[in-house]
């Protein structure tokens, strides 16, 4: 038996038996239970479980009709909202996968999400189709999107809607302005409103739990983005385990304000409260006091966050106005939660900060604290159904406890490979005992209780408020400027964002004294998406370099976290 079995929560099995169902049946059995209850609710627009689920028949049909079929790739590029949640239901219905794509990504970017994974047909917002069309038809013949369905903010609330529900005024533009729809150079665009009209039969549900699911993206060390195939089974497990290690029931109200398009929003929060027959009370991006309206107004229970989020919540001048008396379950990951914010929390609320681990690769968590005994800034124990171990990355073999070493996970929750990348799906597992254990990249130990902790990281990312930004990547695109002859790109303490990107940077002879340190910042901003750009940058006239002439990246790190 392993220590942590000691602490765990007394109502759980420790692992679970996975529906042998795919996840959009999820959907078809809640809206038979709960037809008239709510799924859904936009800036005080509700949405049933029954409208969800008919809306999603009648997309699946207007896809089939687009031609797409079984194990198709289809690209969601959306922010949250309820036609993200329709968008997902309706590809897994019309047996097709899933590649949800980072809204924040430029045209530059979001053409790999395009051609990599070989999609023909995606779903966006207005404010995004524009971007999407630009990568595509900057594409050589045969290798763009054929389809292009587009909806506007404004499909899914009034926009003279008053009250707490009200967007705050600095987005009204963003969330009310009707976008023209694009030109698509190799393909059509249509209008949500068009395929939602469909009145054509969808075609016979044929997928299960062993057919692929989703195909989100991670970016590494080197090279472009993966896509991280992910069957229905090992999303339905962590939807499944994630609903009950929350003690989640189908009265639960969850403030969905994480990304969705992100695998923690995706797994643990939209799929999972649609598993239960729950109600999601959607926020398209953070604003801390619509949030604190919100929790307020709809008794939220059940909130998913980044600890940023908490923190800047609790410092609004409104805090105290705001109820939160209803939260049941609140908890994250992505960023370590302040000690000093978790006892707050506890003492104020009787909260306990619920902090977890999990990669992409995962399907969210690998790893969670129990929610009656957690400990703060700690990964938590294996989650359900999951062996995880910490082993010499050199050697392989199993640590003893309190040594650091690399994480490595086996679980039904972890993904099948790596799209189109054999040898990369290859150097990502080992197997231990005759199990297949996926090597985590991330450095950690374990304590005498069986708690993991984080102490470092085998790969080079920094982690900005959450999101994971792959200096190989950012590099990359710099190389674009024609000033830059050669950048590194390292992390800087950030108050806020814990980390941020710092790049250092080689200006090329021919445009020493013509470009300013601010004007490649600018220039970032408009080519990467914003979390990626770098947020400071500093001239340099060499990069330190190995005897095979290697960017020493580690010596720049260390000497910026000494300064």
């Known amino acids: 038996m392993r220590p942590h079995h000691a602490f765990w929560p007394n109502r759980l099995p420790h692992s679970i038996t996975v529906p042998a169902t795919s996840v959009w ?30 809306a999603v028949e009648r997309m699946a049909a207007y896809l089939h009709g687009l031609g797409v079929r079984a194990g198709d790739r289809v690209i969601v590029l959306m922010q949250n909202s309820p036609q993200l949640a329709l968008a997902h239901y309706a590809i897994m219905r019309a047996n097709a996968v899933v590649v949800p794509v980072n809204p924040m990504n430029r045209a530059e970017e979001l053409q790999h999400y395009i051609t990599d994974p070989d999609a023909k047909v995606a779903l966006t917002t207005g404010d995004l189709a524009a971007e999407l069309a630009k990568a595509s038809n900057a594409l050589p013949p045969g290798s763009g999107l054929q389809h ?53 039969t969808p075609p016979a549900h044929t997928v299960g739990s062993n057919d692929l699911c989703v195909l989100p993206y991670t970016s590494g060390t080197t090279g472009l983005p993966k896509g991280c195939m992910h069957n229905h089974r090992s999303v339905m497990h962590n939807a499944v385990a994630s609903a009950m290690w929350s003690n989640g029931n189908c009265e639960q109200v ?96 009787g909260l306990r900060y619920v902090e977890g681990y ?14 009656d005994r957690p400990k703060q800034q700690c990964l938590g124990i294996p989650f359900m159904s999951t062996d995880a171990r910490v082993i010499d990355p050199e050697t392989l073999l199993e640590v003893p406890q309190g040594e650091q070493g690399e994480i490595v996970i086996h679980g039904p929750e972890v993904f099948a490979g790596y799209w189109k990348c054999p040898e990369a799906t290859a150097a990502a597992f080992i197997e231990i005992e005759g199990k297949r254990f996926f090597r985590s990249g991330d450095l950690g130990r374990v304590d005498e209780e069986g708690y993991f902790f984080i102490t470092d990281r085998l790969k080079r990312m920094i982690n900005a408020s959450g999101f994971k930004v792959w200096p190989a990547e950012v590099e990359a695109l710099m190389f674009k ?33 013509q470009v300013s340190a601010q004007d490649i910042l600018d220039w970032c901003r408009e080519h990467m998406a914003s979390y990626k750009a770098p947020r400071q940058l500093v001239f340099v006239d060499a990069l330190p370099k190995s005897g095979s002439g290697k960017v020493m990246w580690r010596l720049l790190q260390e000497s910026e976290a000494a300064a």
């Not at 999820?26 to 029954?50: C, E, H, I, M, W």
Request: proline share 7%; aromatic share 8%.
């Open 481 to 513: 400027h024609p000033a830059v002859q050669e950048a590194c790109i390292i992390s800087a303490r950030d108050s806020y964002r814990g980390e941020t990107v710092k790049a250092v940077v080689v200006v090329r002879a021919s445009h020493k004294g």
């Open 25 to 54: 049946d999820n959907l078809a059995v809640s809206a038979r239970r709960y037809p008239d209850k709510t799924a859904l609710v936009f800036f005080g627009r509700r949405q049933s479980y029954g409208e969800l689920a008919a």
């Open 148 to 200: 292009m369905l587009v909806t506007q903010f404004s499909d899914a609330f009034d926009t003279d809607v008053q009250g707490p529900d009200a967007p705050p005024e600095q987005w009204r533009d963003w969330l009310c302005t009707r976008h023209p729809l694009p030109e698509l150079a190799q393909g059509q665009v249509h209008a949500w409103g068009e395929a939602l009209a469909c009145t054509d």
């Open 254 to 349: 969850t403030l969905a304000v994480v990304p969705m398009f992100h695998i923690t929003g995706l797994v643990s929060m939209l799929h999972a409260c649609v598993y239960l027959g729950a109600t999601l009370v959607i926020m398209p991006r953070w604003d801390r006091e619509l949030a604190g309206r919100l929790i307020s107004r709809y008794q939220v229970t059940t909130w998913t966050n980044i600890p940023t989020m908490v923190i800047d919540l609790m410092g609004s001048p409104n805090f105290d106005s705001y109820d939160l008396t209803s939260l049941r379950y609140i908890g994250g990951g992505g960023a370590a939660m302040p000690q000093a914010v978790a006892q707050r929390l506890l003492e104020q609320f």
């Open 358 to 371: 999990g990669l992409t690769e995962t399907a969210a968590p690998s790893h969670n604290n129990p929610p």
